[in-house]
């Protein structure tokens, strides 16, 4: 190897050392500040036989201590220690980038979204791409016919910008917005109708659309299955979901049972929403098991992806809609404390560091 190849080798080395140094350091920090909640309002604490199990199995099993703080979280959460936990920041740094690969940041792109999926499920409407706008079967149409063709059906529209997620880059707009000024602000983007959701979300708290988050896998034999499940609820005077102002609660088994508590983002517990009322003991979701098969079914034209987080809902027709697809670091952390460990049998702690 040449001088100047050695040169590159170690200076690349010392570019993913310090990345990793602060990948952990951030998720250290976030888990660190959810187990001081946790602790102090949702009586429940960490104790010292609990730290020692949780810090032993991140060196030993997983390679590193710096795995440790979302173990602690976990193990708070479900009141003890679980082998076969995946720690987020495991996940992110060194599972997702495996097992999904380079294509795992292509779900971001919300305008390629039914290239690939092509289903009605989704509630697109058009696509604004390279300062062009498109119909849904991909058909340059100009702003005159997009806004006659939505005029007689939709009031108001939801853009989401590409490379957005987690509630980001989303706005909701009227048919008097859409112009060309607008969109050339926000650049590429799928324009999508505002969906009535079901009844029984409309009762836990109205004015955004909740959403369950169906996580399926693709296991060593090429099956695809659910490991996991969670519904997200909107707060009190927003229009649409947002994950660091949201309400979680985990769905329990294949019947699509909710769990007797919901979490808001500081990981403080309730029993009931705490801006409705609405208690989640005894609850089921409705259609939950149509929502599993749909999941499978998508997930099957793209096996090129080992792990997805769906986020659907259900309409008032009872139909199920597919709002967004996610595959570079689907939100493990709350159904592995709430429900897992969700991932046994899959081998993932083979790609611990050496």
Known sequence: MTIKGVIRNVGKKALNSAHSYFYDADHKKEAMKAVHVIQEYNSQKLTHRSKKIADEYSIEVLGSKNYSPWLYVYTLVKGNFQEGWIPDNFFGKLVCPRINKELRAMTGFKSF?????????????????????????????????????????????????????????????????????????IGNCVIQSSIKQHEFFEEIIPGSVATVRITTI???????????????????????????????????????????????????????????????????????????????????????????????????????????WNSDHCDIKFSEASTGPCFLGLDWEKYREN
């Open 113 to 185: 979204t039914n290239v690939v999926l092509r289903t009605e499920a989704l509630p697109d409407i058009a696509y604004y791409i390279d300062g062009i706008f498109y119909n849904r079967e991909l058909s340059v149409i100009s702003i005159y016919k997009l806004r006659e063709q939505v005029s007689t059906s939709q009031r108001e529209m939801f853009v989401k910008k590409d490379r957005s997620g987690r509630g980001t880059g989303v706005s909701k707009i009227t048919v008097e917005e859409l112009t060309e000024d607008k969109f050339q602000r």
């Open 218 to 324: 693709k296991d060593k034999s090429g099956r695809i299955d659910l490991r996991a499940a969670y519904l997200r609820l909107g707060r009190k005077d927003t229009s649409w979901v947002q994950s660091d102002n949201s309400v979680r609660v985990a769905i329990i088994n294949d019947s699509g049972d909710m769990d007797s508590f919901g979490y808001t983002q500081d990981w403080r517990r309730w029993l009931s929403h705490p801006d409705s009322g609405f208690s989640f003991e005894n609850r089921r979701i409705p259609k939950f098991k149509e929502a599993i098969g749909a999941c499978i079914e998508l997930h099957n034209k793209v096996p090129h992806f080992t792990i997805i987080g769906w986020d659907i809902t259900v309409g008032d027709n009872e139909e199920i809609k597919i709002m967004e």
